[in-house]
């Protein structure tokens, strides 16, 4: 008998250490699937990234998230504004992926393993229909948000409001966007284990993709070549140079053929199949941090002066969505006083360049100096990061409790708790958020704000 409990025991233990051990090898192995630069990728960046503990467990949630502020709170209403999952290049960069892989082909004459590795294994399997479509990955970037988001929010995420249609969803009509909807939909359905009762979802652009309605900032910015000039001087600057230089070298390719839009191509498909594959490609294998920190701040340029704080009217087109999502905490607050609230949760998918504008115009990721293409050296503890801000399947989540002494508003972003700018406190009063962003509630009118003068209209006329 005391022979029997022994081996029990030990094989208990061995059974426990066997567990332990391949936890640890899986967790070990997929880390060091992680390219160095997988930091430095920007929008184009994963959203594992962001937050490293959903590499060992995808489905582990913050579960300071669904604590409420205090005892007495109870959450009545939750708006998640979301970028769209992990998708395929856009054409524009498939064909400047093409072009550097024949370029590698054809003229490269370096010797490291990792370039062999390009040209004897690697095989360029991206076509132009791809175009920004998304992939499987992008489905379980928003299944299992929608799964993390259920477990942190269970009263207001719920099968009731699911089936209730007090949950409801909107996007942009852009493919990547309306099958992340359906993803994030199928994760509730598996969260609940509930059949597929496919959800309706409303197409609205207007809100979802407010920069192709605003006239002022299609013609002062989209179509302004000298819009993003501080992206083109930086393609030029010396740090940009000395990463061309180095590419060159490490390929034995002449300089002349490195362009700017090589190096990032080359960037992206790194980027591309460590996203789309978890691959840590040889593609990742050009670059050093130092490559990569100058690339991530191009592209930090490009959207800081296209969907950030270099040009007023980028923030100021998303006056519509500022509008939309307090109108909605405002009906939900009335509805709670005097009836039942109609719309639990409203879930709304867009793209970075939804998310970017209407942070901005809130306030968050204010860098006192302006990036620039002279300040890239000074700009290193930048937080107008958007590695860090708009990975793919990037979300803000605004939750409103009623409490004791009021209402009180949550904002998470990316599912960490972030304080309004200058409410420097978590949880706020509703109605100081309200307070705090009153110029904006009576001001910030989208028609006035995207109208244009009647100088540019002559122009636009002509
Ligand atoms: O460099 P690409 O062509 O990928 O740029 C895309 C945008 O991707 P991002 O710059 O954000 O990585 C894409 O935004 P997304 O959030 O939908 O991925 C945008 O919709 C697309 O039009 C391209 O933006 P651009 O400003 O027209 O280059």
């Known amino acids: ?110 010797t490291y393993a990792w370039l062999r590795d390009i040209k004897n294994n690697w095989e360029m399997w991206y076509t132009e229909d791809m175009d920004g479509k998304l992939v499987e990955k992008g489905r379980d970037d928003h299944r299992h948000l929608a799964m993390r988001l259920a477990t942190s929010f269970p009263t207001l995420i719920s099968v009731d409001n699911f089936q209730g249609n007090r949950i409801k969803f909107i996007t942009s009509s852009k493919h990547r966007c309306v099958d992340s909807v359906e993803a994030f939909q199928e994760g509730l359905q598996r969260r609940w284990h509930i059949q597929d009762t496919r959800y309706s979802q409303e197409i609205n652009d207007s809100l979802m993709r407010f920069f192709d309605k605003c006239k002022k900032f299609i013609e002062n910015v989209d179509n302004n070549k000298t819009a993003l000039l501080e992206v083109d001087l930086f393609k030029s600057s010396d740090e940009m140079k000395n990463v061309q230089r180095r590419i060159a070298e490490r390929l034995q390719i002449s300089l002349s053929d490195i362009t700017p839009d090589m190096v990032e191509a080359a960037f992206f498909l790194c980027s591309y199949e460590f996203a789309i594959k978890t691959v840590n490609s040889p593609w990742c294998n050009m670059f050093e941090k130092t490559d990569a920190q100058v690339l991530e701040y191009k592209n930090d340029l490009k959207q800081y002066w296209k969907r950030g704080y270099g040009h007023d009217i980028n923030r100021k087109s998303s006056c519509s969505l500022f509008h939309d999502l307090f109108r909605r905490l405002d009906q939900t607050a009335y509805d709670y006083r005097f009836g039942q609230v109609a719309e639990a949760v409203t879930v709304q998918v867009g793209h970075a360049e939804t998310l970017l504008p209407l942070l901005s115009l809130m306030g968050f990721f204010h860098d006192e100096t302006p990036l620039t293409a002279a300040n890239f050296h000074a700009q290193h503890g930048r937080t107008f990061r958007t590695s860090q801000i708009v990975p793919y399947a990037a979300n803000l989540v605004f939750v409103l409790y009623d409490c004791n002494k009021g209402l009180r508003l949550r904002f998470l972003l990316n599912e960490k708790p972030m304080t309004f700018p200058g409410i420097n406190q978590p949880d706020p009063l509703y109605r100081t958020v309200r307070d705090h962003y009153s110029d904006l509630l009576h001001g910030c009118d989208f028609e006035k704000e995207c109208e244009l003068r009647k100088a540019n209209r002559r122009n636009s006329e002509l």
């Open 1 to 110: 008998m005391r022979l029997t409990r022994g081996l029990l025991k030990r094989n208990l233990v061995l059974s426990a250490l066997g567990i332990i051990m391949f936890r640890f090898s899986s967790a070990y192995f997929q880390k060091s699937t992680i390219p160095a630069i997988a930091n430095y990728f920007g929008t184009k960046g994963r959203y594992e990234e962001v937050n490293p503990y959903l590499i060992d467990d995808i489905l582990s949630v913050n579960k300071s998230l669904s604590k409420p502020p205090s005892p007495d709170c109870r959450a009545i209403h939750l708006t998640a504004i979301i970028r769209h999952g992990t998708r395929y290049p856009t054409t524009k960069n498939i064909k400047r992926m093409k072009r550097f892989y024949s370029l590698i082909v054809n003229e490269s004459k370096g």
